[in-house]
């Protein structure tokens, strides 16, 4: 999972490019970048948060009408500069390319890139893989006299080849800008415009909240299977491709994305609220009579808010968050993420003392995290400690860009029973939202759940998982 930004009109945007990535920095801490075309391509990436990467960011020399932004989530490959983003090549056409998701086909898709075109890849990262075969398919084309029919074509061929999660962005030198997505829409990909003096400017994100930041007006989401064109004159071409059953990451709204993002015309917090609530049935079933409902701050309030309006049990805020800290999910090491809890979270202790809590957040993965708070909480006082999931149990790897990859590390793939799970994390009950509840809320948006089922969209083979798993194991092991 990353986030993504890709700009072109009549005005220069280096400037938004790097003001844009900071609002979705959330979305990856391993390493930013940009590229931008004027005349020729001109790139700044490196590893770390984005105002570490562009602390002495001179604009001038990244003038241009046309570029793209990247902020970094490693699932795949390593967390060196080298695979950072964007990427760019100057055969047979100058491309550059940013993308968020996850190739669950690496092997196949290098292997065929060697045999077929002798191209032999620098970088782990598959938005190489991806900008490679877009290449090795435009060759296929009359370069002179390439039209949009054909920048089509090849997409199409595109979505054929790469097996996996994916909305990219590419700038394509002297035709014009492409987005495009995979056929089941599993990554979220808008567009949105603004009119200035100089013309139209249109903008691709990750998330809506970029637009308000940088006051573009949102126009829609991509759908699945989905290309936009839009030509050096701002034409704007559109194609449904290869497009299947949309399967939209529901991640999205439990974890990842912000709370004031829109997907698909649902506010991720309004979504909060609702799974909050849907809790309300399984929190009631279950043996317990908090004094207090608790969030674990940020992406957990809308939940906790939800059950407690919904259950009538008192909301308090009874975990402070240093917010100098980074997200503790998407940091690459278990070493890591354990450091990182320890520095962000402190319990209030007047409302934690001597009262029966019950803490909410979005998901219970390897359990780093809630066994912390527990222990926390129990330090400061509680009487007694539930720990509430708004999300069902984490079962299976997630193939297609979050860092749930690894089944050994999931605390419910191994203890089926929630009174084990307790036990494990130290808690005096655990209550997890039911799945069916939770594919209740989207009977009209059809979602990837594959990490709570193991119902894959695009299906997959035991290979494929070991494969991601090892790499998985080896980065974090670099």
Known sequence: MCGIIGITGHEDISAELINGLTVIQHRGQDAAGIVTLNGRFRMKKGQGHVSRVFRNFDP???????????????TMGSTLE???????????????????????NFQELRRRLYEDNMRLLDTSNDVAL????????????????????????????VQDLVKGAYSALTIIANKGFLAFTDPYGIRPLVMGRKLTDQGVVYAFASETTVFDFLGYEMMRDLQPGEAVFIDNEMNVHSKILKQKK???????????????????????????????????????EADIDPD????????????????????????????????????????????????VVKQKLNPIKDIIKDRKVAVVDDSIVRGTTSRHIIHLL????????????????????????????????????????????????GADAVIYQKLEDLQELYQDLPICDACFSGNYPTGITKEILDHIEQEKIGSDRN
């Open 60 to 74: 001038e020399a990244f003038q241009g009408k046309c570029g793209l932004g990247h902020v970094r989530y490693a």
């Open 82 to 104: 080298v695979d950072a983003q964007p990427i760019a090549v100057n055969y047979p056409y100058g491309l550059a390319m940013v993308h968020n998701g996850n190739v669950i």
């Open 130 to 157: 991806i900008l490679y075969t877009f290449a090795a398919q435009l060759e296929k084309k009359d370069l002179k006299h390439l039209k949009v029919d054909d920048l089509f074509d090849v997409v199409s061929e």
């Open 246 to 284: 949309q399967a939209f990451c529901v991640f999205e709204y439990i974890y990842f994305a912000r709370e004031d993002s829109v997907f698909h015309e649902r506010l991720v917090a309004s979504e909060r609220v609702k799974m909050g609530k849907k809790l309300a049935k399984t929190f009631q």
């Open 292 to 339: 207090i409902i608790i969030d674990v701050p940020n992406s957990a309030y809308f939940f906790a808010s939800g059950l407690a309006e919904e259950v009538h049990v008192p909301y308090r805020r009874g975990l402070a968050k240093n917010r100098f800290v980074g997200r503790s999910f998407i940091t690459p090491t278990q070493k890591e993420r354990e450091n």
């Open 378 to 425: 129990r330090e400061y006082g509680a009487a007694k400690v539930f720990f509430v999931s708004a999300s069902p149990p984490i079962k299976f790897p997630c193939i297609y860009g979050i860092d749930m990859s690894v089944r050994k590390e999931m605390v419910a793939s191994h203890y089926n029973d929630n009174e084990e799970i307790a036990r494990v994390i």
